[in-house]
């Protein structure tokens, strides 16, 4: 598992020089200048440090390695390619054509009830992609018809058609996967931060983007299905979705371009007794993950 940081910054700033002394390969545009560093780098606790000093953006992701993730029961579906808009786009219009909003709050925006199928723009340009994620949608997924049927289908996902905006007719070269199913229980989410919403006074947690997804605090049977829980911040709230090990083989073996993942802690003795060797054996193999999944950023 490497934590990786994008930083980006002014071009003029005289902070670049640095960052480049201290071995990092900037990429400067006409504005800003972006690099990505792993936590591993030998001088990553002096960068930190800057990024401190100058108070400068920073975003954490995790990339797991493929052992990693082959020994996850269960893992976290993350868009590897985001594509187009749900429309029509205008003032958010999508959201009154697509979802029931009677439970819906606007100000954290936790609530959407999908009744009717997206619409796009047009078919999407698929190129050597698979899978699309939409903008502002960060909870369902879009593939293409056949890599539904070859690889999601035979898992009892079923799908959802979607629609030309403009004229309303079925697009051909894209589906929705229904993912409908919500967790058998929820997520332990510890001391994870979370905020509470001042106006319907329900939850949602910060995006998790560091280290393994949390575990799930009952055994989970379905192959895809979402959290309980909503995830992130100011006015967007989104359920993870969440795969089963062997959904992820057979989208692997397929090569099916256009989706990441992270491992989720697994909780390898539920449904049996432990004896307290098994226990202590369990409590060991969780606080070393925890340690590895939870450094401070
Ligand atoms: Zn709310």
Same mark, same amino acid.
């Given at each position: 598992?490497?934590?990786?940081?994008?930083?980006?910054?002014?071009?003029?700033? =005289?902070?670049?020089?640095?960052?480049?002394?201290?071995?990092?390969?900037?990429? @400067?545009?006409?504005?800003?200048?972006?690099?990505?560093?792993?936590?591993?780098?030998?001088?990553?606790?002096?960068?930190?440090?800057?990024?401190?000093?100058?108070?400068?953006?920073?975003?954490?992701?995790?990339?797991?390695?493929? =052992?990693?993730?082959?020994? *996850?029961?269960?893992?976290?579906?993350?868009?590897?390619?985001?594509?187009?808009?749900?429309?029509?786009?205008?003032?958010?219009?999508?959201?009154?054509?697509?979802?029931?909003?009677?439970?819906?709050?606007?100000?954290?925006?936790?609530?959407?009830?999908?009744?009717?199928?997206?619409?796009?723009?047009?078919?999407?340009?698929?190129?050597?992609?698979?899978?699309?994620?939409?903008?502002?949608?960060?909870?369902?997924?879009?593939?293409?018809?056949?890599?539904?049927?070859? @690889?999601?289908?035979?898992?009892?996902?079923? *799908?959802?058609?979607?629609?030309?905006?403009?004229?309303?007719?079925?697009?051909?070269?894209?589906?929705?996967?229904?993912?409908?199913?919500?967790?058998? *229980?929820?997520?332990?989410?510890?001391?994870?931060?979370?905020?509470?919403?001042?106006?319907?006074?329900?939850?949602?947690?910060?995006?998790?983007?560091?280290?393994?997804?949390?575990?799930?605090?009952?055994?989970?049977?379905? =192959?895809?299905?979402?959290?309980?829980?909503?995830?992130?911040?100011?006015?967007?709230?989104?359920?993870? @979705?969440?795969?089963? *090990?062997?959904?992820?083989?057979?989208?692997?073996?397929?090569? @099916?371009?256009?989706?990441?993942?992270?491992?989720?802690?697994?909780?390898?003795?539920?449904?049996?007794?432990?004896?307290?060797?098994?226990?202590?054996?369990?409590?060991?193999?969780?606080?070393?993950?925890?340690?590895?999944?939870?450094?401070?950023?």
């Amino acid at each position: 598992m490497q934590i990786i940081h994008r930083v980006s910054f002014n071009r003029d700033s =005289d902070i670049g020089q640095r960052f480049e002394d201290l071995g990092v390969e900037l990429t @400067v545009g006409d504005i800003l200048a972006v690099f990505e560093v792993m936590e591993s780098h030998p001088h990553w606790p002096a960068i930190q440090a800057i990024l401190k000093e100058y108070d400068l953006p920073d975003l954490a992701r995790t990339e797991f390695t493929k =052992d990693e993730l082959e020994k *996850s029961h269960l893992l976290m579906m993350r868009p590897g390619w985001l594509s187009g808009y749900p429309m029509p786009d205008m003032d958010f219009g999508y959201r009154h054509m697509t979802y029931d909003l009677t439970d819906y709050c606007s100000h954290c925006g936790i609530g959407f009830l999908q009744t009717a199928p997206f619409r796009m723009r047009s078919e999407p340009k698929w190129g050597n992609h698979h899978v699309l994620m939409l903008n502002w949608v960060f909870d369902e997924y879009f593939v293409r018809p056949e890599v539904w049927e070859r @690889v999601f289908r035979k898992y009892g996902v079923q *799908s959802l058609p979607v629609l030309k905006h403009k004229t309303g007719q079925l697009l051909e070269t894209v589906v929705q996967l229904k993912i409908d199913t919500l967790a058998a *229980s929820p997520l332990k989410m510890g001391d994870a931060p979370y905020e509470t919403c001042l106006v319907c006074h329900r939850t949602k947690f910060l995006p998790h983007r560091r280290g393994y997804f949390p575990a799930f605090a009952a055994k989970q049977d379905a =192959d895809m299905f979402k959290t309980r829980e909503y995830f992130g911040s100011g006015a967007s709230a989104h359920h993870e @979705v969440i795969i089963s *090990s062997r959904l992820f083989r057979e989208i692997t073996s397929n090569r @099916v371009k256009g989706v990441q993942f992270a491992p989720s802690i697994f909780r390898r003795y539920w449904g049996q007794s432990e004896s307290a060797g098994q226990s202590r054996q369990r409590v060991a193999d969780e606080r070393a993950v925890q340690e590895r999944s939870s450094e401070p950023s």
